[in-house]
């Protein structure tokens, strides 16, 4: 759009290349890969408004930067319990990327239009005593699961009261996201480790056989003639379940679809997940018969264990592809035009 002095007036042409560049700004805004486009070009400068524009006054930026240090002060043993098992327990390794996962969603998610300060709310309170009720519970009766949990409504409570309903509704989704890197409790991860685990060693068993190979399974052990490779707990994937789940609820959170659209993605992460182990565990077990250097089979198994999530995306884009092929979208407008008889024609018969 050409600049125009406030006595000459704009041109037609003008405002139409003016109205043209809006619509196509937020036709791309709308889909995912225009909003990848925006955010990688025009990162820096948007981040900059949003803090300027969020935080009114130093005073909002002191109350939300003291509550959120007395949140992890207090919450700091849980998060040490959380880094340990992140770090030594296979199953929960992927408790690294939640929080980075729960960012890019906040980024991702569309902002409201008219940034406003920060109006604490009182409906924040009930959130914190709930908060306090399941640590002090958790502690009098040693459950422990319940004291991580409760991290889930403090951190939703401290948002809702210091930076407000306007704010907390914008940011609940990431929030709730955090629940994944949370490890399960103790009694529901061993009550399915074992059928997980026994699961993933028949079906490797009978795709190995459907590929010609002389396998058998005994236990959790899968036989290829002389060569026995076994299925450890690690294997089982109760942790490519849980990644993937995350995945899902990610991709459902962002993705431009419908509600049949988001429920088919969130539906399909158990198979989904379920398929790439077995996948894994088959692909590991002909490379263990194939190759005898420990330290090549061992390595191929952790980076396949690492690759599987990208085959999950895949898989997932796949399934969107295939949603746009089986169903095709209805323009109600052409549809209505079609069924609709033109009224000057029906004019001119009567």
């Known amino acids: 759009m050409t600049n125009a002095s406030p006595d000459s007036p704009l041109k037609k042409s003008d405002l139409c290349s003016g109205a043209a560049q809006a619509a196509r700004l937020c036709s791309e805004k709308r889909t995912l890969t225009g909003r990848l486009a925006l955010c990688r070009d025009q990162i820096p400068l948007a981040a900059w408004e949003r803090f300027r524009n969020r935080f009114a006054t130093s005073s909002d930026l002191i109350v939300a930067a003291v509550a959120g240090g007395a949140l992890l002060w207090s919450y700091w043993p849980v998060l040490a319990v959380f880094h ?51 640590r002090l519970w958790g502690a009098w009766f040693y459950f422990e699961w319940l004291e991580w949990i409760s991290l889930i409504p403090a951190v939703a409570g401290v948002c809702l009261a210091t930076l407000g309903a306007k704010t ?45 190979l002389a396998a058998s399974s005994q236990g959790n052990v899968v036989w290829i003639g002389e060569t026995a490779v076994g299925v450890a707990q690690a294997c089982s994937g109760l942790r490519m379940l849980t990644v993937f789940v995350a995945l899902a609820t990610a991709l459902a959170m962002i993705v431009e679809r419908g509600r049949f659209d988001r429920v088919a993605i969130l539906a399909s992460a158990i198979p989904i997940a379920i398929v790439c182990n077995v996948f894994r565990v088959t692909v590991t077990a002909v490379v263990f018969t ?61």
Request: charged letters at 15%; glycine letters at 8%; hydrophobic letters at 50%.
């Open 84 to 134: 340990g098992r992140w770090s030594t327990d296979p199953q929960y390794s992927h408790g690294f990327l939640i929080p980075l996962m729960a960012v890019g969603l906040l980024w991702l998610r569309d902002a409201p239009r008219e940034a406003t300060p920060f109006q604490p709310s009182w409906l924040g309170l009930p959130l914190l005593a709930m908060a306090l009720g399941m």
């Open 168 to 212: 907390f509704r914008f940011a609940w989704p990431s929030i709730a996201f955090l629940v994944f890197m949370i490890p399960l409790p103790y009694r529901l991860e061993v009550s399915l480790l074992q059928p997980l685990q026994n699961f993933a060693t028949q079906c490797a068993t009978f795709v190995l056989q459907t590929l010609g």
């Open 290 to 350: 194939s190759v005898s250097d420990d330290g090549f089979c061992t390595s191929f198994h952790d980076w396949l264990g690492w690759a599987m999530p990208l085959l999950g995306v895949l898989m997932l884009w796949g399934e969107l592809k295939l949603i746009d092929v089986l169903f095709l979208p209805v323009e109600e407008s052409s549809s209505r035009d079609e069924a609709a008889p033109d009224r000057r024609a029906m004019a001119g018969i009567f």
